[in-house]
Each structure stands twice: as structure tokens, then as C-alpha cells.
């Protein structure tokens, strides 16, 4: 007696991509990229707030708010770089067209900034062709503070 043939191979190969482990592979990229995510703040300068009496919730997400920094000497600072004044509608020109003139600039100054930068400032916010500017106060940080 002869065996003839031997043993057959099965093909076991699927077609089917396994997706018992696709929801694992997804959380831990979700979780790595916020992990490894940077969120960009402010340097918080110190400077002496303006008062004021009354104040309004700007009801703007903060992607939408450009903050300009403004101390005593003149200097000005947009997104924690130092500009010179000259330099301010071309840097924000370009920002509030992207933004579709949706981005709100606020202008946060120390009380004791001399006027002729101010006007200087928004001279140059004018040539922008910006129209949505806010001036920061005490009184909105304290609510702002208060909110956290």
C-alpha cells in the first residue's frame, strides 16, 4: 500500500482587514497626540492695568482675540514678540484678513503708556483696516480671574 498525495495545504488567508484592535490603535494616538500637543499662552507682562467702571465679556473664542501689549517706553509686543511701531499694520494686517475680520484686537496697556503711543497704535491699526479693537482693564481681569 502506497500513500500517494501527502498533505494538502489549507490556505487560511483571509481578505478581511482585523479590526479587533483598530479601537486600541486609535485611543492611543488620540492620547499621545494630546500628550505631546503644545497650547501657546501669553507671557503675562507686568504692567499697571487702566480702571475702569464698567466693562464688557468679550464673547470671543481666544483664537479670535490678538492680544498687543503695550508698556511705558513704547514698546509693543504681538504674540510674545517685541515690533516696532511701524511695524504693527503689517503684522496684523495680514492676521485679521486670514481670520475673514473676524479676530478681535485687544490692546492691553499700562496706565502709565503716554497717549501719543495709543494714538500711534491705533493709527497704525487703522491703516490695517482693522474695525473690532478692545481696550483691557482691572476690572476685566478681575472677571476673568473670578470666572476661573
Not at 18 to 41: E, G, H, K, N, W
Not at 51 to 58: D, T
Not at 103 to 124: A, H, N, T, W
Request: charged share 30%.
Amino acid at each position: 500500500m502506497s500513500m500517494k498525495g501527502g498533505f494538502k495545504r489549507k490556505n487560511k488567508a483571509s481578505e478581511e482587514i482585523p479590526s479587533s484592535s483598530l479601537a486600541d490603535i486609535a485611543f492611543l494616538l488620540l492620547i499621545f497626540f494630546m500628550v505631546t500637543t503644545v497650547f501657546q499662552r501669553d507671557k503675562d507682562r507686568r504692567i499697571e492695568w487702566t480702571e475702569a467702571e464698567a466693562a464688557q465679556k468679550i464673547d470671543e473664542k481666544q483664537k479670535n482675540i490678538l492680544n498687543i501689549w503695550m508698556e511705558r517706553d513704547g514698546a509693543i509686543f504681538i504674540n510674545d514678540q517685541e515690533y516696532q511701531m511701524a511695524e504693527v499694520s503689517q503684522v496684523v494686517g495680514p492676521l485679521y484678513a486670514a481670520s475673514d475680520r473676524a479676530l478681535v484686537i485687544s490692546i492691553r496697556g499700562d496706565r502709565e503708556v503716554p497717549y501719543r503711543f495709543m494714538d500711534q497704535v491705533q493709527k497704525e491699526l487703522v491703516a490695517a483696516g482693522v474695525v473690532r479693537v478692545v481696550f483691557a482693564t482691572q476690572l476685566e481681569q478681575s472677571m476673568q480671574r473670578e470666572r476661573r
